[in-house]
């Protein structure tokens, strides 16, 4: 396993679960962003299936990571495995719509965070693709605990986004046209579909 992204052989985009304890170890926690892809599983129409979210956070980042490799050599980028949950009551009337109650997210990001604030990793970038508001309110009440108690950097950058009054200007059909937006998703990489590349713009300003 190597651990530097210049040695990285074909681009390839370090997983951590397929790295043991000793490779983590070893990581320059000053020069190492970890990724952690994380939206719930549920309904998007008869037409696509209930990962659209999820899938989505975890492609865009994953091509984001290449794309950063190239950019930032001397930076390390691991992708953390995607955690398939999210608060989404809004659909939960349908079935394989699974919601979590935000307390619960509040807790996965806390609890994944300051696992590895606790290691000495200092940045960590959390990806959603799903902008319910209590979603997010979850996401950003675990970064404020993990930050106020680890001095860990976390971000998403997709939130302030999503809902910034310039952007809706400029964009007003970002976000929550959800045929535009996931139409694309599921065409094979690396012909990547729109809405995958708006992911990166949008969390990754690539
Ligand atoms: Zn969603």
Redesign the pocket.
């Known amino acids: 396993m190597k651990t530097k992204n210049s040695e990285i052989k074909n681009n390839q985009v370090l997983l951590f679960e397929e790295m043991n304890w000793k490779q983590i170890e070893a990581q320059d926690k000053d020069k190492t962003v970890l990724f952690l892809p994380i ?2 599983l ?1 309904e ?1 129409g008869p037409h696509l299936p209930v990962g ?2 999820l899938i989505t956070a975890r492609d865009a980042t994953r091509e984001a990571i290449k794309i950063l490799q190239q950019k930032k050599p001397d930076l390390s980028f691991i992708l953390l495995p995607a955690v398939p949950l ?1 608060y ?1 009551k809004i ?1 939960s009337d349908f079935p394989g719509t699974i919601s979590v109650d935000v307390k619960t997210i509040k807790n996965i990001v806390c609890s994944i965070g300051s696992s590895l604030g606790r290691h000495g990793f200092k940045y960590l970038l959390i990806c959603t ?4 508001l209590g ?1 997010l309110k979850g996401i950003y009440a675990g970064m404020k605990k993990t930050t106020d108690t680890y001095g860990m950097n976390i971000y998403e950058p997709s939130g302030p986004y999503y809902f910034n009054k310039e952007v809706e200007k400029r964009e007003p059909k970002l976000g929550f046209d959800t045929t535009k937006e996931v139409h694309g998703c599921f065409r094979k990489l690396p012909d990547l579909p729109a809405s995958t590349k708006r992911m990166m713009k949008t969390m990754f300003w690539l």
């Open positions: 939206s719930p549920e998007h659209t979210d999210g989404s659909t693709y799903h902008m319910d979603h």
